[in-house]
């Protein structure tokens, strides 16, 4: 079943365990469906916001109460070295404020899953934690679903074939992009490390 039609089906009851999963894509859908009628803002911005902000504590969890040993024995399997922990820990010593807020806001460019688990593996107090994130989530959620949204309103002005055929092709490159452009990122600072 394609995640639209599961969004259709179950509505706002599947948004935060989905978002839980995977936030900007099902973010990106349910902005896109809100415009063509099938959900509303609001509940949907709540729902949306509430599941992929329990996924970031979650993982700030995990770094807090595991730490290096879940690096060590599952990081391969989430893209996280060992090396990469240790060079976001340096940062986190210095600016850990700006660095939480941007890193969500921002999706961390591919650093988010790292950056969590490392603000909880450095002991950010939780409330701090928590703030930061939350704003950045406000910021990342909203974001998200103006983009769907917008190309929503595309899709609906378009009256041909070909005209909503563009649109849905220019949804899939966004959210290919978002993903891809953290895993291009991610390359060349490794390239730069192994130098």
């Not at 995977?22 to 809100?34: K, N, R, S």
């Not at 986190?92 to 909880?120: D, E, Q």
């Not at 899709?155 to 949804?171: Q, R």
Request: glycine share 10%; aromatic share 16%.
């Amino acid at each position: 079943m394609a995640l639209t039609e599961i969004l259709l089906r179950y509505k706002y009851a599947i948004m935060v365990p989905i978002a839980f999963a995977e936030g900007p894509i099902v973010t990106l859908t349910a902005g896109f469906l809100a415009r063509l009628g099938y959900f509303d803002i609001l509940p949907a911005f709540a729902c949306l916001a509430c599941g992929d902000f329990l996924g970031d504590i979650m993982w700030y969890g995990i770094g807090y109460r595991f730490g290096t040993r879940f690096i060590a024995r599952w990081g391969k399997y989430f893209g996280i070295t060992e090396h990469s922990i240790a060079s976001v820990k340096n940062l986190f010593h210095r600016h850990k404020n700006s660095i939480l807020l941007a890193s969500k806001v921002t999706m961390g460019f591919g650093f988010a899953l790292v950056t969590l688990i490392t603000a909880g593996l450095v002991k950010i107090p939780f409330r701090r934690f928590l703030l930061l994130n939350a704003g950045g989530q406000i910021v990342w959620t909203a974001s998200l679903i103006a983009i769907g949204y917008f190309l929503g309103n595309f899709y609906i002005t378009f009256d041909n074939l070909l005209g909503k055929a563009s649109v849905v092709a220019l949804f899939i490159v966004i959210c290919f992009a978002l993903f891809g452009f953290g895993k291009y990122i991610r390359a060349r600072i490794g390239d730069k490390s192994n130098l």
